[in-house]
Antibody, heavy 121, light 109 residues
Framework: EVRVVASGGGLVQPGGSLRLSCSAS????????MHWVRRAPGKGLECISG????????YYADSVKDRFTISRDNSKNTLNLQMSSLRPDDTAVYYC??????????????WGQGTMVTVSS | SYELTQPSSVSVSPGQTARITCSGD??????AYWYQQKSGQAPVLVIY???NRPSGIPERFSGSSSGTMATLTISGAHVEDEADYYC????????????FGGGTKLTVL
């Protein structure tokens, strides 16, 4: 069974940092692009960052550029999102998503259950 | 930046056909994908590459695309189809990041 499981969410103060991780199983991780998509309360889905299968290419939404960093470890089947300078409008459920193909641009295949990030003092 | 436009809400009675549209300038040359998100759950892919249905998705879900508009059709909607639906696609400018439409709340009652 293809699974992606995100972890690392929680409550953080504005200006703080948080690292999300995603553990993948049931597929050849190194063959697929991976993504982080979020949904803020009362808002729609936003694809905020993605990385190609070998990690050569990445993208970031303007809303998180220069604050978030995506990375992957194909030897451990793990995807990460390092978030810094967090703001209240970063409050959202963050989904780890398996891509449809290897490269970018890409679309989204299997979604994890999501991890909640709350930025508040 | 590229935008996909969806109606904010669609409402049908059970058994009726629901149609959700998505308009975007690049849709004549780029595929549309459709995701269903029920309350409190993760999104699920229901249509890929304009018209294809993943395994496990009921046959009442279908997709089409013509010109700058893609359409998700639910033929004979069930109460359990009530959810938010999002279209997704990429623009024509070699942008590595795609975009979602704003989402459509489907009410079946």
């Amino acid at each position: 069974e293809v699974r992606v499981v995100a972890s690392g969410g929680g409550l953080v103060q504005p200006g703080g940092s948080l690292r999300l991780s995603c553990s993948a199983s049931g597929f050849i991780f190194s063959n697929y692009a991976m993504h982080w998509v979020r949904r803020a309360p009362g808002k729609g889905l936003e694809c905020i960052s993605g990385i190609s299968n070998k990690g050569v290419e990445t993208y970031y939404a303007d809303s998180v550029k220069d604050r978030f960093t995506i990375s992957r470890d194909n030897s451990k089947n793990t995807l990460n999102l390092q978030m810094s300078s967090l703001r209240p409008d970063d409050t959202a459920v963050y989904y780890c998503v398996k891509g449809w193909g290897r490269l970018l641009p890409d679309s989204f295949d299997i979604w994890g259950q999501g991890t909640m990030v709350t930025v508040s003092s | 930046s590229y935008e996909l436009t969806q109606p904010s809400s669609v409402s049908v009675s059970p058994g009726q056909t629901a149609r959700i549209t998505c308009s975007g300038d690049a849709l004549p040359i780029k595929y549309a994908y459709w995701y269903q998100q029920k309350s409190g759950q993760a999104p699920v892919l229901v249509i890929y590459e304009d018209t294809n249905r993943p395994s496990g998705i009921p046959e009442r879900f279908s997709g089409s695309s013509s010109g700058t508009m893609a359409t998700l059709t639910i033929s004979g909607a069930h109460v359990e189809d009530e959810a938010d639906y999002y279209c997704y696609s990429i623009d024509s400018n070699a942008n590595p990041r795609g975009v979602f439409g704003g989402g459509t709340k489907l009410t079946v009652l």
